[in-house]
């Protein structure tokens, strides 16, 4: 089976998958399989709230809120 290596990984990535992994009682190298046969498959993940708020944790403002939920670019709406 061919091995990945990934150099340069931003340390507060590294902590979230981490904390995901711990979460998802697997290891940091079954979370990264995991994560890459969605994003591959290209199966919906989803997500739970507390899944949400525990990644928030650990994460600081140079992370796009709307990107972590998978919202488009799209205008805000009128609520009128």
């Not at 290891?27 to 399989?33: F, G």
């Not at 046969?37 to 989803?46: I, N």
């Amino acid at each position: 089976m061919p091995n990945i290596l990934i150099r340069d990984v931003d340390e507060k990535l590294d902590k979230a998958l981490r904390v995901s992994a711990a979460h998802h009682n697997r290891t940091r190298e079954a979370e990264i399989k995991a994560i890459l046969e969605d994003a591959v498959t290209q199966k919906p993940r989803k997500r739970e709230l507390a899944d949400v708020l525990q990644e928030l944790a650990c994460l600081d403002d140079t992370y796009d809120i709307d990107e972590l939920f998978g919202r488009s670019e799209s205008p805000a709406r009128d609520t009128d």
